[in-house]
């Protein structure tokens, strides 16, 4: 929240990690469905190619130092004053996170279950939930309940994998809910933040001190209805999207193995079937 920048920002840190997650889970379970097992990040080598990792350690807290720096400065609407300081409080909290996967990728895994790391994050989610869009009424109330709603989800598909880290659906429901998260944040800065693509008959949210604003100004009650119709109809068109884009990935990565992710390395089904074949005692008969 805050500007359309926050929110070009905030997909590409979503967007690529979702579409990476989905690949190679993807990858994974393909490889070998019987023996596939959620991971908490999909590590490859050499490790520069983990960079969405560390740009996320470095990135993350800076972001938290500029809302509270915000915090500290921002003399407008007090309602966002305290958002600022939410969003900072949010950012530490998914920083921590991303620390606790390193921590757990280079320390004995037996010191730090990934059952717990998942569990944090589906806190870290939850935590979004509630302050996500705190303030923000009306219209773009509504957007951002929609975007809440997509946090919820990801905080549901990590509680699940926390026991359960074989349940593929749940992987492919955290993976498309980061890329829906992503693509409907940049829609939000589109809608409630640009001049450009701002809905017919409304005005952007202002962030500017002297006349800051707490939902879209629309000089008609038409036209705020024609804007929450609007709203509703994209987050649909969003979701029909990504729900083809996975079809599509899948397929592609049935049909072509040179697509697949390293994490999918391993032996196949096939080649477990060959070992288990030879591995198998041979039938005695007895000897007349």
């Not at 500029?66 to 949010?90: D, N, P």
């Not at 997509?150 to 992987?171: D, I, K, Q, V």
Request: aromatic content about 16%.
């Amino acid at each position: 929240m805050g500007s359309f920048a926050t929110h070009f920002l905030a997909f590409l840190f979503f967007f690529p990690i979702g579409i990476r997650r989905l690949l190679c889970s993807f990858s994974l379970y393909l490889k070998n469905p019987c023996v596939y097992r959620s991971k908490l990040w999909y590590m490859s080598e050499p490790r520069w190619k983990n960079i969405d990792l560390y740009v996320l350690l470095i990135a993350l807290p800076i972001a938290s130092l500029s809302e509270i720096f915000f915090f500290l400065t921002f003399s407008g609407h007090a309602t966002y004053r305290f958002a600022f300081f939410q969003q900072a409080a949010v950012g530490i909290f998914f920083w921590i996170l991303v620390i606790l996967v390193i921590l757990r990728e280079n320390i004995d895994p037996f010191l730090m279950h990934e059952s717990l790391v998942f569990v944090f994050a589906g806190i870290a989610f939850l935590m979004e939930y509630w302050l996500l869009g705190k303030g923000i009424t009306g219209l773009g109330g509504r957007v951002y309940e929609l975007l809440g709603g997509l946090s919820l989800l990801c905080a549901a598909a990590c509680f699940y994998l926390s026991f359960r880290p074989t349940a593929f659906f749940a992987e492919v429901v955290l993976s498309s809910c980061l890329i829906f998260k992503g693509t409907w944040v940049l829609q939000a800065g589109l809608s409630l933040y640009s001049d450009t693509f701002s809905l017919k008959g409304c005005r952007k949210i202002s962030m500017s001190p002297a006349k800051a604003t707490t939902d879209i100004q629309c000089d008609l009650e038409v036209d705020r209805l024609r804007g929450v119709a609007l709203m509703n109809l994209l987050f649909v068109l969003h979701l029909i999207g990504i729900l083809l884009m996975s079809f599509c990935v899948f397929g592609a990565l049935s049909c072509n193995r040179n697509l697949r992710c390293g994490e999918g390395t391993g032996p196949s089904l096939a080649d477990l079937e060959a070992e288990s074949m030879l591995m198998r005692p041979l039938p005695e008969f007895e000897l007349e």
